[in-house]
């Protein structure tokens, strides 16, 4: 089965940016897709179709997918931005969602 | 606005059974593509099952053959039936829906779930 992996932890200052990283086999031939869940909350979609963000997610969310690794930018970060944060792929031979292992985004 | 509420989670034995529910509002669970997804304790997302719009089912292989996945039109309503249930099947059980096309699928919203503990 498909495999993305993500770093455990990114730790980031107030202002700075975040860069989350997920990483499979050929990723950039997949649609990857983020979700951040804090803490006690269901997750919420940020990032869809690699780089779009749905209605409500501020610009400070970019995506971006290319070769072996897909990446989740957080411009200018926030403390309200601390949270895990999951890619996800579809694996159309298995009709299977595929999620990374999860980044905890800590703002120091 | 979408809205997911889940219930039916509660404390079941090693061995045991129980059916979740996840009531949708503002949109049809029979014209999506309707999810189960389940968290362990301090762990990650990780997919169990999904029913699209036509009926056809797929589970995760950890759950294939002990749950099932089913609606019902008339109440708007997701379930999952959980059978032969284990200590690994302990974890928060989110629905969400999917937005599917292109070859890509992604879950634009989300539950906020409904806690499954298996103990004795």
């Known amino acids: 089965s498909y495999v993305l992996t993500q770093p455990p932890s990114v730790s980031v200052a107030p202002g700075q940016t975040a860069r989350i990283t997920c990483g499979g086999n050929?990723?950039?031939?997949?649609?990857v897709h983020w979700y951040q869940q804090r803490p006690g909350q269901a997750p919420v979609l940020v990032v869809y179709?690699?780089?779009d963000r749905p209605s409500g997610i501020p610009e400070r969310f970019s995506g971006s997918n290319s070769g072996n690794t897909a990446t989740l930018t957080i411009s200018r970060v926030e403390a309200g931005d601390e949270a895990d944060y999951y890619c996800?792929?579809?694996?159309?031979?298995?009709?299977?969602?595929?999620f990374g292992t999860g980044t905890e985004v800590t703002v120091l | 606005e979408v809205q997911l509420v889940e219930s039916g989670g509660g404390l079941v034995q090693p061995g045991g059974s129980l059916r979740i529910s996840c009531a949708a509002s503002?949109?049809?669970?029979?014209?999506?593509?309707m999810n189960w997804i389940r968290q362990a304790p301090g762990r990650g997302l990780e997919w169990v099952s999904v029913?699209?719009?036509?009926?056809?089912?797929y589970y995760a292989d950890s759950v294939k053959g002990r749950f099932t996945i089913s609606r019902d039109t008339s109440k708007n309503t997701l379930y999952l039936q959980m059978s032969t249930l284990g200590a690994d099947d302990t974890a928060m059980y989110y629905c969400?829906?999917?937005?599917?096309?292109?070859?890509?699928?992604?879950?634009?919203?989300w539950g906020q779930g409904t806690l499954v503990t298996v103990s004795s």
């Open positions: 029913m699209y719009s036509g009926g056809a089912t």
């Open positions: 996800q792929v579809w694996d159309s031979r298995s009709d299977h969602y595929v």
């Open positions: 050929n990723i950039g031939s997949k649609t």
């Open positions: 503002s949109f049809t669970v029979s014209s999506n593509y």
């Open positions: 179709d690699d780089r």
């Open positions: 969400a829906r999917g937005s599917c096309g292109g070859g890509r699928c992604y879950l634009d919203s």
